[in-house]
């Protein structure tokens, strides 16, 4: 990271960090949301921005996570900071292994498998024979948690900063793995498999990795995402969800760190403005963006703003 | 036995449905190497086109032959104006640009006709034929994609515009040297397509009711048929179309019980895809690197 990189990022630290104490509560709980998102593009981006993996059932994970942390502290007791770990592991452990399979399958099968695992979940989730765990079609509800050490703030608060602490660890962690020789490997596989392979570089192994982590990613935003809404229930999870996402990685920037920010933005505040105009709104406004994007801007947002920086540089260099 | 029956005559009837969908999948496919994701919502919009139509007081088949050129034409121009650009693009923007126009239909019919569930009248008897197995419904929509299958079949086979058009999506180059203007052949099979998707979806819709969300399983089914038949097979797809429809009837009703009934689409699709991915009646192919 080069200096200027450096200040820049630690100047929107600080205003991530004051955010919360000059906007009202209900805002505060749309930016704990959109930091919630982040963390799931992220995920996202890494399998299909990266990977080139492309999946359109990431809602799946996402829905995996949020259940597991609402089972955990439902029926178990236990604390909402230690259910993120177990549904991140779980969701490591079930990416890997829907990866496997995955693995014969190429761009546009592994589209319709994702998708199709994307569109039954929710009927999964409905299974009476699960019901005494997932609650059935009436989902569970989990209390919200208070904030601990007597400091004087409120629970959404406490949350807003305790989800913008795991999502700074979890941009850090990607960011490292990303430019090394996993990152290198990851973008090699989705150039051109074959001559990757020649490299030594084991294809097999990377893209499940690749896989269970992306889900891990994913999973965790899930956990997060139950623990910040107090409520999960099957229908939540439906294939749009999975959809939301992918149009986030498209419209934020696809292999782009700073693009997940962008797109959770996107995809937290647009359907918000654009509910005002009809229920069926924000939807449309997303296919047009996506549209718009893929023929456009195809780099998304965070393509667009780097295109602009390097011009701007150009133009002060000139000068 | 008496129940398998009925379970595996119910499940022909909306396994012919999933072969009209499954059909219109392949049939994009086989031209241009894309599974089009939209195919459901397309079907669901000429459906609503369809009850729109009835509504204002066209007679049944009128309006379904209305909704058909309606869906054709539909088709053909989402292929000329959306696909087109994308045609050489890497499949990440494709499925991008199919994700777009799946949402983009369902929520501009969800802002037209409203999300409330719609009924959809069903152009045969009420009384069921065949003794106590099977209405007459769910007879008339096999007979319905029989009909479709035998006159899609006569197209390619006899006609020189069929002929035409299975050149063009077998060898482009080849055809487009020997004056077959490749393009519209695509858009003709789109509009082809689209034109079969909407006679399905008006033949499901007394089923399972009209809404902008209808085709969600459908589709999967469909995708599972099209998979288990070879996803280059016409005909492979339309057997599918009927083993899946029993198959998830005959699993529903016995082993796992109506909610995981469309978790057998994702297990059958999963399955397929792993284990023999050119589907039952497929053609291998080999890639050499």
């Known amino acids: 990271m080069s200096r200027r990189q450096l200040i820049l990022n630690a100047l929107l630290l600080l205003a991530a960090c004051a955010l919360p104490l000059v906007v009202s509560d209900y805002r505060v709980f749309q930016f704990n949301l959109v930091l919630v998102y982040a963390i799931a593009l992220l995920g996202l981006n890494l399998l299909t921005g990266y990977n080139g993996q492309i999946s359109l059932g990431h809602g799946a994970f996402y829905a995996i996570g949020a259940y597991c942390a609402a089972i955990l502290m439902d029926k178990y007791g236990v604390p909402y900071w230690a259910t993120l770990p177990v549904a991140g592991a779980v969701c490591l452990l079930a990416g890997f292994l829907f990866g496997l399979p995955a693995l014969r399958l190429e761009g546009l099968y592994l589209a319709l498998a994702t998708f199709a695992l994307g569109v039954s979940l929710p009927a999964l989730l409905k299974y009476h024979h699960l019901e005494k765990w997932t609650g059935g079609v009436q989902g569970i509800v989990i209390a919200k948690p208070d904030p601990p050490f007597g400091l004087p703030i409120n629970s959404d608060q406490w949350l807003y900063y305790f989800t913008l602490a795991v999502a700074i660890v979890m941009f850090v962690l990607a960011w490292n793995l990303l430019r090394g020789r996993v990152g290198r490997a990851l973008v090699a596989i989705r150039d051109n498999h074959i001559a990757t392979e020649a490299m030594g570089v084991n294809n097999a192994m990377f893209k499940s990795l690749a896989f269970g982590v992306s889900a891990m990613y994913t999973g965790v935003a899930g956990a997060l995402g139950a623990i910040a809404i107090q409520y999960v229930a099957p229908d939540s999870f439906n294939i749009f969800l999975s959809i939301v996402f992918l149009v986030g990685i498209v419209i934020g920037g696809l292999a782009s760190i700073s693009g997940a920010i962008y797109g959770a933005l996107f995809i937290q505040f647009v359907p918000n403005i654009a509910d005002d105009i009809s229920k069926a709104a924000p939807w449309a406004i997303f296919g047009i963006f996506l549209l718009g994007f893929v023929y456009v801007m195809p780099m998304g947002i965070a393509g667009a703003v780097r295109m602009g920086l390097a011009r701007l540089q150009r133009k002060a260099q000139n000068k | ?289």
Request: glycine share 12%.
């Open chain 2, 1 to 289: 036995m008496d129940a398998l029956l009925h379970q595996v005559l119910a499940g022909l009837a909306t396994g012919g449905i999933y072969a009209s969908l499954a059909l219109a999948l392949v049939m994009i496919y086989q031209a241009t190497h894309l599974v089009n994701f939209a195919q459901g919502e397309l079907a669901m919009f000429a459906t609503y086109f369809a009850w729109s139509l009835i509504n204002a007081g066209v007679p049944y088949w009128p309006a379904f032959l209305l909704t058909v050129i309606f869906a054709f034409v539909l088709g053909v121009v989402i292929e000329r104006v959306i696909i087109r650009p994308v045609e050489n693009a890497p499949v990440l923007a494709v499925v991008v640009v199919f994700i777009a126009l799946l949402v983009i239909l369902n929520s501009v019919t969800g802002w037209i006709f409203s999300y409330t569930i719609k009924t959809f009248p069903s152009p045969f008897p009420a009384e069921p034929i065949f003794g106590k197995y099977m209405s007459a419904h769910e007879a008339g929509a096999i007979g319905v994609t029989l009909v479709v299958l035998l006159l899609l079949y006569a197209f390619f086979r006899f006609t020189p515009l069929g002929l035409a058009m299975r050149a063009a999506a077998q060898n482009p180059d080849s055809a487009r040297l020997v004056g077959i203007r490749v393009g519209w052949m695509l858009a003709l099979g789109w509009g082809l397509a689209a034109a079969i998707g909407g006679i399905a979806g008006m033949m499901v819709a007394p089923i399972v009711y009209l809404d902008p969300n209808m085709m969600g399983g459908v589709l999967l089914y469909a995708f599972a048929a099209a998979l288990v038949g070879g996803v280059d097979n016409p005909g492979g797809a339309v057997l599918g179309g009927f083993m899946v429809g029993v198959l998830e009837n005959v699993l529903g009703a016995f082993v796992i019980g109506n909610e995981l009934k469309l978790a057998v689409a994702l297990v059958l699709i999963i399955g397929v895809l792993v284990v023999k991915p050119s589907g039952f009646f497929g053609k291998v192919f080999v890639t050499r690197v």
